[in-house]
């Protein structure tokens, strides 16, 4: 999975999720096969500072395969306690022996002894710039470290990189149009699972070392989705009631739209649309699962949606835009390599106008939640600051869920809206915004 991520840039998240299925490992083997790939990657930068000390020939140089295994090999020395260095050491020797010749087993070997000899890893030159510390501390890009600093000050940048590099919890969110939080809290816990209420949404249960929930009879009978604790937040803001008219306009998978038929007992009628055909059959089979019908799917181009969708019609309308994805680097580790700074600013202009489009089609009244899963302000405060300058018939209100006070006291208040970063409560970072039109 390294080698194919490294060389033809293979998404991790896709290729682990096949891969283990196919795999028939262990639920034990299959979150270290996880740990392993996720932390080898994550660590990308250190990893690589480190061996090139002691690789003589240089990384560049090095068979694919060679430099994954000495990376994964390290990243077990370096960051993990349950696995004895010289158990990792033997491993990559038997692996090498395998794989190559004599000469790289023996290289492998050499490589990974005098790494174990020389210590505590790594030794950071004392004359670093704190954006340069902390990428290579962190291993994260020096353009986001720096984009980060420049947005949050340095101690908040240090707290993202360190936050992206932990394990990400599993999430569930409760479909409470058949069972509530606390029933399916009892159930799991009398199951033996380790869970508990989410802090951050009423909706959510965190689950600690349950393997994976979408392979369970509750989220096969609808019971649960599995969902991000701070996206489950979204729905909440848009606060749809039943019987209300509501467009989701970037809608695949369908996390959201879910929720929100949920938050409306099904009844009302919900059009969720995404530019992509194969992706928005996703939001039908969550539908099914889940057992709601009040949900309409369609699949245009968000801008064109003024020219098919009555004016001034819908109730609520949920912008939860593409974006560059910088709030979700614990989940997909490899985006942080994939991301070039000239990302952020193409997105923000998409942003701007999907916003100004779809804004058209919210009633007098009504409220258009405009989200997104990054930390850039660039994607979020600015775009909803610009728009409300360009729109005065809208004005930003506060997020009315019950559990505001603590978001406001932990989250950052930005540009008429909140910013969550997945350092304030262990989720993905987030935006959201609530804009409402006037009457
Ligand atoms: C952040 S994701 C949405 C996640 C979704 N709201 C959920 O909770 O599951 C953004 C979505 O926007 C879609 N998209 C990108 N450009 C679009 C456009 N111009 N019009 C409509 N959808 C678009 C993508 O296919 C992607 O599924």
Known sequence: MLVRVDEQGAYSNLLLNSSLQKSGLSREDAGLATELVYGTISRLITLDFVLEQFVSKGLVKLQP????????????????????????????????????????????????????????????????S????????????????????????????????????????????VNTTLISREKLLNEMQEQGLNALASEVSPYGIVVKGGGNMAL?????????????????????????????KVLDCCAAPGGKTAHMAELMKDEGYIYANDLHLHKAKLISD???RLGLESIVIGSVDAMDLDSTCEHSSFDRILLDAPCSGLGVIRRKPDLKWRKEPEDVASIAALQKGL??????????????????????????????????????DFTAITFSSPIWGRLQETALAR????????????????????????L
């Open 65 to 128: 395969w060679v430099r994954s295994l000495l990376r994964l090999s390290l990243y077990q020395i370096m960051y993990l306690d349950r696995i004895p260095s010289h158990a990792a050491v033997n491993e990559a020797v038997n692996i090498s022996k395998k794989r190559g010749h004599q000469g790289i087993s023996g290289m492998v070997n050499g490589v990974l002894r005098s790494v174990l000899r020389a210590g505590d890893l790594p030794v950071l030159p004392g004359n670093l």
């Open 130 to 173: 704190e954006a340069k510390r902390i990428s290579l501390q962190h291993s994260h890009p020096l353009w986001m470290v720096k984009r980060w600093i420049a947005e949050y000050g340095a101690e908040i940048a240090e707290a993202i990189c360190a936050a992206n590099n932990e394990p990400p919890a599993v999430s569930v969110r």
């Open 216 to 244: 369970t009879p509750w989220y096969r009978d609808g019971y649960l989705s599995i969902q991000d604790e701070s996206s489950m937040l979204v729905a909440e803001a848009v606060a749809p009631e039943p019987g209300m």
């Open 286 to 288: 969550q539908a099914v």
């Open 355 to 392: 916003l100004e489009s779809v804004s058209k089609l919210l009633k007098p009244g009504g409220m258009l939640v405009y989200s997104t899963c990054t930390t850039e302000q660039a994607e979020n405060s600015d775009i909803v600051t610009s728009f409300l300058d360009m729109n005065p």
């Open 415 to 438: 540009g008429e809206g909140i910013q969550i970063l997945p350092n304030h409560f262990g989720s993905d970072g987030f935006y959201i915004s609530c804009l409402q039109r006037r």
